[in-house]
T-cell receptor
Framework: DSGVTQTPKHLITATGQRVTLRCSPR?????VYWYQQSLDQGLQFLIQ???????AKGNILERFSAQQFPDLHSELNLSSLELGDSALYFC?????????????FGEGSWLTVV | SQQGEEDPQALSIQEGENATMNCSYK?????LQWYRQNSGRGLVHLIL?????REKHSGRLRVTLDTSKKSSSLLITASRAADTASYFC??????????FGSGTRLQVQP
């Protein structure tokens, strides 16, 4: 158990809908990362937050947004969902913002868009 | 495109054999890490090697890094069925979060 908690574990929704994925980082970790894993794109970095502020941005679509709250939990919002958004979404955390940190992954949220 | 590319994409060996996976990357790095992923689960950190290190060991794992060739290898010795998983290299270029390769799927036959 990495200490990173993600909910929900599985989600099935229709095209055009909006979903929110939630993440609680390891105790004491200030950085949260979101990654998307799909068969065709592999593991893609989406976005990083550090202590409530956006720290780095990756291949995140404009239809997606994220935030980190004062209690350090984070949410990833996916809107106007398309079939191609079906993927495993991971949250990960690390103690600080340094890019080379070891990061600790949650078990992921499986999103299926039908 | 991915910063790291693992080779081979898939590997099947017998229990007790050694497994070697390779990772090539494109730009200079600060460190390189290897992660393991059991099917459909989260990734787990295995080992980190810094750019000024050439070899590192952890239990049955041995990692090498050749910065002149921009490549790394992960050796798992005396493999077990429980080592069956996907293995990813991840590079730290100092610019943003770790960039992961495409992974090697390892199957260890009992």
């Amino acid at each position: 158990d990495s200490g990173v908690t993600q909910t929900p574990k599985h989600l099935i929704t229709a095209t055009g809908q909006r979903v929110t994925l939630r993440c609680s980082p390891r105790s004491g970790d200030l950085s949260v990362y979101w990654y998307q894993q799909s068969l065709d794109q592999g593991l893609q970095f989406l976005i990083q937050y550090y202590n409530g502020e956006e720290r780095a941005k990756g291949n995140i679509l404009e239809r997606f947004s994220a935030q980190q709250f004062p209690d350090l939990h984070s949410e990833l919002n996916l809107s106007s969902l398309e079939l191609g958004d079906s993927a495993l979404y991971f949250c990960a955390s690390s103690p600080d913002f340094r890019p080379g940190n070891t990061i600790y992954f949650g078990e992921g949220s499986w999103l299926t868009v039908v | 495109s991915q910063q790291g590319e693992e080779d081979p994409q898939a590997l099947s060996i017998q229990e007790g054999e050694n497994a070697t996976m390779n990772c090539s990357y494109k730009t200079s790095i600060n460190n390189l890490q290897w992660y393991r992923q059991n099917s459909g689960r989260g990734l787990v950190h295995l080992i980190l090697i810094r750019s000024n290190e050439r070899e590192k060991h952890s239990g049955r794992l041995r990692v090498t890094l050749d910065t002149s060739k921009k490549s790394s290898s992960l050796l798992i010795t005396a493999s077990r069925a429980a080592d069956t998983a996907s293995y990813f290299c991840a590079t730290d270029t100092g610019r943003r979060a770790l960039t992961f390769g495409s992974g090697t799927r390892l199957q260890v036959q009992p």
